[in-house]
């Protein structure tokens, strides 16, 4: 219903209830005077009755009197115990009257009426009772007839009023509440406007009343809204666009532990975690390896920070639960492996670092000890002397290899880079391990056109190929062959082949991991051919300091592959 409406209903039952109780009230007040005039003439008679009694009998007293009487009107004279003296309309009653409503009442009170059918005559009466106080009742009483109705009926003269009062007061109720209701419908209109005015610039023609206060305070808390949405709208896209490009995986809870919103990271992690799909509003408690991280927010009283350790398909996890007030939670994942396998390899370089330069250092430190001892021949000095030179060179080797390496992890922004032949850069390789070549038996051919020019560093790329020359000649064998040649050239990159016929690398699970600073395929080979351990970690790096890539495998017929690619120089 309307509020115009429920306003006029209102109002029209109010007043209805209101003019029909004063009319109630009315006729029941007109009745009473109505009929307390009419009693006051019965009265009238009665008194007259029982004054004239003191001078003469009953019987003389109302014949005297009956001419100033009404015609109709009864007399009837009552002794207090209820016996009949006298009644002019009856000449033997043999009925005790000290039941009826008026006696008694006249005898209590003085006086009493009643208007009752009679019993006597079976006619219908007004009676009137009088107490004259000597033991007699006095009771006149007219016929209850259609005029003495008439005389005690109230006038419908002011029932007719009220009827026109309500029909005026209905109609004005129904204008002062479609007034009204124009105003709630104005105002509520008003309010959905101002609701999609986004300038704020709306306003109303209300007056300057309590509908025009109403309006200002619309106006202005909807702009204070409205600023405020904006402010918090602004800091959930920054906070979301942090989630989102966080290096963990968020995911928030509700306190009922259905999923509310999660990053993509989250659900990659979650995917190595779980077989099972994560969509909003799903309960993770019973789903592994989240029940214990559950568990320990049901215990949790309040707010708290928890951690929890998690391994899965040969990765480490590190989960963060924080419990927030209103009992609704956090899980933050980190992917620690990466970490965990660099402070693997820290340790294990440190120790390899150690290891490597412990053996030439002792070897060395030996030698000299040796050299100390008196009585030596000058051909055993000589060959100690020699021991010691090629130990110390390993030392330089390997600390110029690390000296390398370290430049290129933490200065690789400050590598000049220009425009380089590589062919020339082969070349040079070629001659200055043409020795090393012809002991061993290689032979090294490029096949690389003069026209290839690459974005590079020299001394990067010379020990790119030297390193990799090295590795042939230390490893692959005797009487084998080098080929260095050009694959491709594409979208900007050079791609080259770095091949061998020698005996190549077996198991081949070794392959992955060549490139590791330190890593021995074979731990007695290596010590036997010597080197630093460190060449094909430089050849990995230096090949990702120029934008390009490298790959190793076992040749079918022989001997390992290398494919690597390199910046093209534009001109």
């Known amino acids: 219903m309307k509020f115009r409406n429920k306003l006029i209903v209102s109002f029209l039952v109010i007043f209805t209830l209101f003019s029909g109780g004063i009319a109630v009230y009315e006729k029941i007040d007109a009745n009473r005077r109505r009929a307390d005039l009419l009693n006051e003439r019965l009265d009238v008679y009665a008194t007259m009755l029982s004054q004239q009694v003191e001078y003469q009998s009953w019987k003389e007293a109302a014949e005297k009197l009956m001419s100033l009487f009404p015609e109709n009107l009864r007399i009837t004279i009552v002794a207090h115990n209820g016996e009949l003296l006298f009644d002019n309309r009856i000449s033997t009653i043999a009925d005790n009257h000290f039941n009826r409503p008026e006696i008694i009442d006249a005898v209590r009170n003085g006086s009493g009426w009643d208007i009752r059918k009679s019993n006597s005559n079976n006619v219908s009466y007004i009676y009137y009772a009088k107490n004259n106080g000597q033991g007699i009742v006095v009771r006149v009483a007219l016929p209850y007839d259609s005029a003495v109705r008439a005389s005690l009926e109230t006038d419908n ?35 959905m406007m101002i609701k999609d005015d986004i300038e704020g610039n709306l306003k109303g023609d209300f007056p300057d009343d309590e509908l025009g206060e109403i309006e200002q305070q619309l106006v202005g808390n909807i702009r204070s809204i409205r600023k405020n949405e904006l402010k918090i709208n602004r800091e959930r896209e920054k906070l979301l666009l942090h989630i989102q490009s966080s290096a963990e995986g968020v995911c928030f809870f509700n306190a009922d532990k259905r999923v509310a919103f999660y990053n993509g990271l989250f659900i990659q992690y979650y995917n190595v975690l779980s ?297």
């Open 157 to 191: 003269a002011f029932f007719y009023f009220l009827i026109a009062l309500l029909v005026v007061g209905g109609a004005l109720i129904y204008y002062v509440a479609n007034h009204f209701g124009r105003s709630v419908r104005k105002l509520r209109d008003f309010s």
């Open 275 to 571: 077989d099972r799909l994560l969509s909003v509003g799903d309960v993770l408690e019973e789903r592994e390896p989240f029940v214990e991280a559950f568990r320990t927010v049901e215990q949790s009283a309040g707010a708290g920070f928890y951690e929890y350790e998690i391994q899965r398909q040969g990765r480490q996890f590190l989960l963060r639960i924080n419990v927030f007030v209103d009992n609704s939670f956090e899980f933050i994942l980190s992917d620690t492996t990466a970490k965990e396998s660099t402070m693997r390899l820290k340790n294990e370089m440190t120790g390899n670092i150690a290891h490597e330069l412990r053996t030439p250092v002792t070897s060395i430190k030996g030698f000299l000890e040796i050299l100390k001892e008196k009585g030596l021949s000058d051909e055993r000095a000589a060959g100690y002397l020699q021991r010691a030179y090629l130990q110390s060179e390993r030392l330089s080797e390997l600390i110029s290899d690390m000296g390398i390496l370290t430049k290129m992890v933490e200065s690789r922004d400050s590598i000049a880079m220009e425009a380089i032949i590589l062919s020339g850069v082969a070349a040079k390789v070629k001659a200055d391990l043409a020795g090393e070549l012809i002991e061993n038996g290689v032979l090294f051919d490029v096949d690389i056109p003069q026209s290839l020019v690459v974005k590079g560093n020299e001394s990067l790329l010379y020990s790119v190929l030297r390193n990799l020359t090295c590795n042939v000649v230390s490893h692959a064998g005797r009487d084998v062959k080098i080929d260095l040649r050009l694959i491709d050239v594409k979208n900007g990159f050079a791609f080259l082949s770095f091949a061998d016929s020698g005996c190549g690398i077996f198991p081949e699970h070794h392959l992955n991991r060549i490139f590791d600073r330190f890593y021995r395929v074979g731990e007695g080979r290596t010590r036997t051919t010597g080197g630093s351990g460190l060449g094909l970690s430089i050849v990995k790096n230096a090949v990702l300091i120029h934008g390009g890539d490298i790959v190793v495998k076992n040749r079918k017929e022989g001997g390992l592959e290398f494919i690597f690619s390199l910046s093209i120089w534009e001109r």
